[in-house]
């Protein structure tokens, strides 16, 4: 019977070649994948890539990296899955599923607190990874826009004020300086329709803040932002000349629900829309315990010492002073978290949703 391990060093490269295979060059594409994920798809990280082998080769692997959140000053500790993939010869055996209850059991013992997964296929959604709706898309159409500001191609010498800007943010990955200059390379790797571009932008030959644009050449050619860190009253014109300067026919920038400051008071269409990928609470009480600092800035801490929150086998509750509040399965617990947009609850109102950051960013893995 075959089981899901751990992988060893000695077949790293056999694991990258199968990954390339599955997700690059079956699609006609150059084996980049290494290349674009280089903290997950990493020697370092070794014992996050689970695989399955048989008849003497790796036929399934799954891979997670755990990252580090910042929701508005507490630390939430996350899981990243990314680069699930079977041989096409081997699957529907149930190796990925069978990867993935291995992954979950692996994550909680190193106290993960949540789970990010790239995608939003059956596979997740049945496992309780949820799609939650709490980003705004915001639609920036082509304008010929005059500007007061300068766009500067990237050039590394801007990595400390780069960072600096992206530490201004609420809610965050934490990144290492050698992180975020990885980061900067590795996610922005050509492949397929996609191209980036990468910009800072000045005022009065002063840094002000930075860009990562994403084009999508296909049908139509558009744009998507990755990263964007600049004073919210310069990003509606920035964006509607970029889009003009590259002839994409929009550019798109998602802003969390929660994220009052980066909200755009000019736009050309705006519409609520799902986080990337799927999410889920990997350990309840432990992440409720961390959210408490979180919390308390919202509600008296008297109100706050009277709620509790409690989990039997699949069930989540919530209560205050004992009276409960409601009582969630995971699918529920999630969107209640993370999404909340029809919450009426006074209390729960008040704490969620989190505002949470956009997984697509470069720390995509």
């Keep these: 019977m075959v089981e899901p391990r751990a992988a060893k060093l000695e077949e790293f490269d056999h694991i990258i070649n199968h990954i390339n295979n599955v997700f690059r060059i ?10 674009e994920f280089p903290l997950l798809l990493n020697k370092n990280n ?20 755990i990252q580090e959140i910042m929701v508005e000053g507490v630390s939430l500790k996350s899981a990243s899955i990314g680069a699930v993939c079977t041989d ?31 995608g939003n296929r059956n596979l997740y959604t049945r496992r309780m990874a949820t799609q939650v709706k709490c980003f705004y898309r915001y639609n920036i159409q082509p304008k010929n ?26 809610t965050k990955f934490y990144r290492t300086k050698k992180n975020f200059e990885i980061l900067l390379n590795s996610a922005t790797i050509p492949w397929g329709n996609y191209s980036y571009k990468k910009f800072v932008i000045k005022k009065k030959n002063e840094f002000i803040g930075y860009m990562v644009l994403r084009i999508i050449d296909e049908k139509e050619k558009w744009g ?24 994409l026919k929009y550019i798109k920038y998602y802003v969390h629900i929660k994220d009052y400051v980066n909200q755009l008071e000019n736009f050309d269409k705006r519409e609520l829309d799902f986080l990337r990928g799927t999410v889920k609470v990997i350990n309840f009480s432990q992440m409720m315990r961390k959210l408490y600092k979180y919390m308390a800035q919202y509600m008296d801490e008297q109100m706050l010492d009277n709620l509790t929150f409690t989990q039997e086998k699949d069930i989540y509750k919530m209560k205050y002073k004992n009276q409960e509040l409601k009582s969630y399965n995971l699918d529920e617990l999630n969107k209640l978290i993370f999404e909340n947009t029809n919450e009426k609850n006074e209390i729960l109102s008040k704490i969620f949703p989190l505002n949470f950051i956009w997984p697509a960013n470069l720390n995509f893995q």
Excluded: C, W
Excluded at 93 to 104: F, N, P
């Design 224 to 247: 998507q932002i990755i990263e964007l860190s600049l004073p919210n009253k310069y990003v509606y014109d920035l964006l509607s000349h970029m889009a003009k300067q590259y002839s």
């Design 145 to 170: 826009v005059n500007l007061d500001i300068s766009i500067n191609e990237y050039n590394e010498k801007y990595i400390p004020e780069m960072i600096k800007r992206y530490n201004q943010n609420g």
């Design 26 to 35: 079956n699609r006609g594409y150059n084996p980049t994948m290494q290349q």
């Design 46 to 65: 070794i014992d996050n890539i689970i695989v399955i082998k048989e008849d003497g080769k790796i036929v399934s692997a799954v891979n997670f990296l």
């Design 88 to 118: 096409p010869d081997y699957e529907k055996r149930g190796y990925s599923s069978k990867i993935l209850d291995y992954v979950e059991k692996q994550i909680y013992d190193k106290g993960v607190d949540l789970l990010l997964i790239s």
